[in-house]
């Protein structure tokens, strides 16, 4: 087959007549041989498990994308290479971006002419921070996204307000979630949990997630003494016994044939409550940033829905936001729970 004039799946760069050129044996899916190398494998492997062609996927989307933009010309995708339509956003076939975000500053929210556009890698557009500032899409509080964007219903100014603090990354990660279903982890939601959500506003959740640490604060508090005894215990008579290494085995059988239940109980208690724990912090970290998506949506409709038109973004301002104050009140509440545990 020739290859000459189809695009590089790696690099998006047009194959020419002097090109080193690797073809997969699979699908036959051609590349730069230096790109090949770099990524090590054909990155179509969901091809090679379907069986199916690379010209034939190629030919169709080529068709595809001609079809849906005739007098424009089609854009490659940056990571597997299928032509898309220029108006397109994310790749149809992989979901990646196909372009860089492009900064937007806003300096009146109420004037749309004073929106202005520019492009930090492209020289001749105007960029209000200086020509080749690297750092000027990250002083752009919508990164990049349309104040008019919808978002199931919500634009994106309006999700901007309601954010309040750290829009920036919020954008970026709602844009994602709408185009790609996909979103990132929040360490903040790992490391604070309750008090990241109460920082949100997410009353609910942070409640239920705080009341459950609380509990499981209290009981370790209550049970501590008593566990560390036992396990002291544990260890003596292990020694006694002539083991001269004891390993966590050992323990564990102690606890099964030495002790009785309630005994055992208070022992693994604290352990399990701390992989509990520990997994409780991954599932927030996780799921966070998709739950305040729909938490965010679901707020600016509620309060679009009760109040006037004019006063809409004033209202949104006002219930979205953080909250620092319970913030600083949860951080007090833990400090002197822990002071107190010294002392019971």
């Not at 036959?28 to 041989?33: D, E, F, I, L, V």
């Not at 032509?83 to 992989?94: D, E, L």
Request: with cysteine; glycine share 6%; aromatic share 12%.
């Amino acid at each position: 087959m020739n290859f000459l004039g189809k695009s590089c799946p790696v690099c998006s760069k047009t194959i020419e007549q002097d090109d080193d050129v690797v073809v997969c044996p699979k699908c036959g899916a051609p590349y730069h041989r230096e790109c090949y190398t770099e990524k090590g494998k054909c990155i179509f492997t969901d091809l090679h498990k379907n069986k199916q062609s690379w010209k034939e996927v190629y030919d169709k989307s080529e068709k595809n994308a001609d079809d849906a933009a005739p007098e424009e010309e089609a854009v490659s995708c940056p990571v597997c290479g299928i032509k898309n339509p220029a108006s397109a956003i994310v790749c149809k076939r992989c979901g990646s971006f196909l372009r860089k975000p492009v900064a937007r500053i806003f300096y009146d929210e109420a004037d749309d002419t004073d929106q202005t556009d520019f492009d930090p890698q492209d020289p001749d557009s105007f960029n209000p921070f200086g020509d080749g500032n690297p750092f000027s899409v990250f002083f752009d509080p919508m990164a990049g996204v349309k104040k008019d964007e919808d978002f199931d219903g919500v634009t994106g100014a309006e999700i901007a307000k309601y954010v309040g603090s750290n829009t920036p990354y919020y954008m970026q990660v709602f844009q994602k979630i709408k185009y790609t279903g996909s979103s990132r982890v929040n360490f903040a939601a790992f490391f604070f949990t309750a008090s990241w959500y109460m920082y949100r506003k997410q009353y609910v959740k942070g409640s239920v997630i705080g009341l459950i640490y609380l509990i499981i604060s209290v009981v370790n508090m209550l049970i501590y003494r008593s566990s560390t005894e036992l396990w002291s215990a544990a260890t003596s008579a292990l020694k006694e016994s002539g083991l001269q290494y004891i390993t966590y085995r050992d323990y564990l059988d102690y606890v099964l044939q030495s002790c009785t239940f309630q005994e055992g109980t208070v022992m693994l208690l604290p352990y399990i409550f701390s992989a509990g724990m520990f997994i409780m912090m991954v599932i927030c970290a996780v799921t966070a940033n998709k739950g305040y998506y729909r938490h965010t949506i679901k707020q600016i409709k509620k309060i679009k829905s009760s109040v006037k038109e004019d006063e809409v973004l004033k209202e949104i301002e006002t219930k979205g936001g953080v909250n620092v104050r319970i913030v600083v009140s949860l951080t007090a509440c833990y400090i002197i729970l822990n002071i107190a545990s010294l002392f019971i």
